[in-house]
C-alpha cells in the first residue's frame, strides 16, 4: 500500500479554520484518499474521501493537489469537539483491492480555548 | 450513518482466561469486518479480516489459535482472546462496510484488561 505522511501533532484555536496536511507522493491512480478521526477512547470516524477533486461535506472539506501527491483537510472552524487524531489513508480503488484500511501514525489536533 | 457496535465496551479478566468481543453492524449487512488492535499511544493495528461463512485472514504475527474469530452472520463477528495474558491488553476495535465502495464504519472498542 503506498503511504502517506502527516506531522505528527497540530494546534489550533477554537473557531478558527485548521489545514491539515498529507503527503502520498506515492499515490497510485487507483487510490482514494480517506481521511477518518478518532477521538479519545473511541473507534475512528469517517470524515471525508476524494479521488482528483476537491469535495465537501458538512464536516470538512477536502483540497487534493493536480498532481495527487498531496491533499490538505480543511475544519472551517474548529471547536474543541474536533480535536482528536486525524487519520491519512490510501484506499485501493481497484476492483481487487481490499477493502482494509492501513493507518499510519495520524495528526493529533490540540484544540485551544 | 450506519452503526457498528461492540459488546462489552470494557473486560478485565485474569491471566490464563478467554474473553469474546462481539461487533455487530446495526443496520447493513457486511460480508466483511475487520479487527484492529490498538495500544496506548500508538496507531491502528489491522489483525484480522472476518469473512462471513469462510475462514478469517489474519495478518502477519498474528497468532490465529490465540485470536480466534468467527463471522457466522451477515451482521455479526466474534474475536475471542483465548489463554489471555497481560500483554494482550489493549483497545481492540472492529469495523464494517456495506461495500467495497463505501466508508468503512467503526465500533466503539473495547478495552480488554488482563491483570
Known amino acids: 500500500d503506498a503511504k502517506t505522511t502527516q506531522p505528527n501533532s497540530m494546534e489550533s484555536n477554537e473557531e478558527e479554520p485548521v489545514h491539515l496536511p498529507c503527503n502520498h507522493s506515492?499515490?497510485?491512480?487507483?487510490?482514494?484518499i480517506h481521511w477518518y478521526r478518532q477521538l479519545p477512547s473511541q473507534g475512528p470516524e469517517y470524515v471525508i474521501h476524494?479521488?482528483?477533486s476537491n469535495v465537501n461535506n458538512r464536516m470538512a472539506s477536502l483540497a487534493i493537489a493536480e498532481d495527487r501527491k498531496s491533499s490538505t483537510l480543511i475544519l472551517h472552524r474548529a471547536t474543541l469537539r474536533d480535536a482528536a487524531v486525524y487519520y491519512c489513508?490510501?484506499?485501493?480503488?481497484?476492483?481487487?483491492?481490499?477493502?482494509?484500511?492501513?493507518f499510519g501514525g495520524g495528526t493529533r489536533l490540540m484544540v485551544k480555548p | 450513518g450506519a452503526v457498528v457496535s461492540q459488546h462489552p465496551s470494557r473486560v478485565i479478566c485474569k491471566s490464563g482466561t478467554s474473553v469474546k468481543i462481539e461487533c455487530r453492524s446495526l443496520?447493513?449487512?457486511?460480508?466483511?469486518m475487520f479487527w484492529y488492535r490498538q495500544f496506548p499511544k500508538q496507531s491502528l493495528m489491522l489483525m484480522a479480516t472476518?469473512?462471513?461463512?469462510?475462514?478469517?485472514?489474519?495478518e502477519q504475527g498474528v497468532e490465529k489459535d490465540k485470536f480466534l474469530i468467527n463471522h457466522a452472520s451477515l451482521t455479526l463477528s466474534t474475536l475471542t482472546v483465548t489463554s489471555a495474558h497481560p500483554e494482550d491488553s489493549s483497545f481492540y476495535i472492529c469495523?464494517?462496510?456495506?461495500?467495497?465502495?463505501?466508508?468503512?464504519?467503526f465500533g466503539p472498542g473495547t478495552r480488554l484488561t488482563v491483570t
Open positions: 469495523s464494517a462496510s456495506p461495500g467495497h465502495f463505501y466508508e468503512q464504519y
Open positions: 506515492t499515490i497510485s491512480g487507483t487510490d482514494y
Open positions: 476524494g479521488l482528483t
Open positions: 489513508i490510501l484506499r485501493g480503488g481497484g476492483r481487487n483491492a481490499g477493502n482494509m484500511l492501513t
Open positions: 443496520d447493513f449487512q457486511a460480508t466483511t
Open positions: 472476518s469473512n462471513e461463512g469462510s475462514k478469517a485472514t489474519y
